[in-house]
């Protein structure tokens, strides 16, 4: 599945950001130091290790930003995948200015590339079934946006961006508000018809009373083991999306998955990702 880009506009202030904080307060010293003006290299950004690539349009955005001249091209696009050795993009003009954006350039990559690798596993092992596999709010402050469309790239689908995207009732909230059936009232006395509603539970019997009472759209099945998660799938066919969440690793997503849930999130594509190895060669 392909993804549009996100307009550069978006990007740039969270790139810019990220420029102004390895440039200091005085620029890149060393370059301009040991650099002649006018200097010019043609660099390769290259992958030591396979991987799904994401981070290829924001890598552009940074060389950019440091010098609108450089020619930036791009030969593995977002949500493709890579050979250890394969060339990602080729960068050309003022050395200094290459090398002023390449930690920024790689640190964006590398780990956008780790998220949407670990994602495009665990997709893998969902295949067969219709299970998707979604991200959480679990992500690096700041860089949300950038975690949650390498989630994209990785094959992987969505949650919620913030606290106000739609009302997920949590544990918490149900013992602060007195129980299930008081929070799922307030929610159709207030909310609006455009919001969606997703619940948490840890028991059938929670389950049960979800169901009796009405008012979600969605439920989110939390640390069931999976015999539990198939009958709460059976309970809830027709009536709720199902979502499962809680100990999801490469070796138990499969057994997940055959249950039949609909969505399995986990907040490891965005928190336990292995940064993928990239090299920046001149």
Known sequence: MTHAPLPDLILEPLVR????????????????????????????????????????QIAALAFRLV???????????????????????VIEGEAAAILSA??????????????????????AETHGTNARITCTRKTTPGLRLVEKQAVLHGGGFNHRYSLSDAILIKDNHIAAAGGIRPVLEATRARASHMVKVEIEVDRLDQLEEV???GGADAVLLDNMDTETLARAVRMAKGRLITEASGNVTLDTVAAIAATGV???SSGALTHSYRTVDLGLDF
Not at 108 to 122: E, H, N, P, S, Y
């Open 262 to 264: 609909d969505y399995i």
């Open 211 to 213: 169901l009796a009472v």
């Open 67 to 89: 010098d609108p001249a450089l020619r930036v091209e791009t030969l593995v696009a977002d949500g493709q995948t890579c050979a250890a050795g394969d060339t990602l993009m």
């Open 17 to 56: 950001a990220a420029l102004m904080e390895d440039l200091g307060t005085y620029g890149d010293i060393t370059t301009r130091t040991v650099i002649a003006p006018g200097t010019r290299y043609c660099a390769r950004l290259n992958a030591r290790a396979a991987a799904t690539v994401s981070g290829m």
């Open 102 to 123: 390449e930690r920024v350039a790689l640190n964006f990559v590398g780990r956008l590339c780790g998220i949407a690798t670990l994602t495009a596993a665990l997709v």
